[in-house]
C-alpha cells in the first residue's frame, strides 16, 4: 500500500511562480496593509476597495504558471498516497493536476454569498458591485478573511492525523488555525519543512532552507528512504 503524505502549502510555494507571498514585504501585500484587504473588518469598510484587489489577484492567474514544486507533487501521487492542503487562493495545484486538494483559505476562482457562506459559484471573471448570488445577496470572494472561521480545518486535521509523512513548504506559520496542523501529525511521523527561512526551535522537524523548487532534489532523496512496503 501507499504510504500517505500530507503536504501543507503556504504562499512560498507560489512565490516562483510570480505570486507575492504575504509577510516577506513586511506585512505588506501588493502594497497593502494585510488587514486592510484580508480581513472582514476591512471588506465592511471599503468593499469596494477589496473586490478590486481580488479581482487583480484573480486576474494574474492568467498570467502565471504552476512551478516545478507544484508538478513535483504531482509526481509524487507515482509513489504515495498524496493530500495537499494549501492555504493559497490560486489554482495552481489544480493546474499541476494535483487529485486531492483542500483550500483551508478559500479559492479566488469562487465566489459566495455576502450572506450565506454555503452558496458559491465558480467565478473567473471580476466580481462587481451589483454581481448577486442566487440568494440576491452581493456576491463577495469565496476567501476565508482574518475574523472568519475556518470551515475546512476539521477536514484538514483529520487528513493529517491520518499521515505517514508531512511535508510543510513556503508558510511562515504565522496564520492559525492553520498553522497548528503540524502539531496533529502522529508519533514518529516525519515532519519535513522546506522554506528558505529556518524555522526556529523545532528539533524534530527536518528542515530544507531552500526556495521550493530548489528542494526537490532534496526531499526525492529523504523521500527514498520511505518507499512503498
Ligand atoms: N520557496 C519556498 N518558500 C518561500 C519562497 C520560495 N521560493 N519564497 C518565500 N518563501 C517563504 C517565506 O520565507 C515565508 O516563510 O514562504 C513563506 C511565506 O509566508 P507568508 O507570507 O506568511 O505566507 P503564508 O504562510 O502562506 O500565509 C498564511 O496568511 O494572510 C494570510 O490567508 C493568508 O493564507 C495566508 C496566510
Redesign the pocket.
Known sequence: MKKKIVVL?????S??SGI?????SNGL?ENHD?MEV?SIEGYHRNPSLVQDFYNKRRRQLLEVEPNL?HHFLKDLENYFDVTIIT???DDLHERANSSKIIH??GELRKARSEYNETVVVDWSNDINIGDFAEDGYQLRPH????GEMVPMMETAIDEVLQADILIV???????YP??SLVDYTKNNAPVIY????ELNNNPSIIQIQ??????INDLKNILSDYSVE
Open positions: 502549502t503556504g504562499a512560498g510555494i512565490a516562483e507575492s507571498t504575504f509577510r516577506d501585500w494585510i484580508a514544486a492555504q493559497n487562493v483551508l483559505h476567501i476565508v478573511w482574518f513548504i513556503g508558510t511562515s506559520l504565522q496564520v492553520a498553522a522546506v522554506d528558505p527561512t531552500k526556495k521550493a523548487t530548489e528542494a
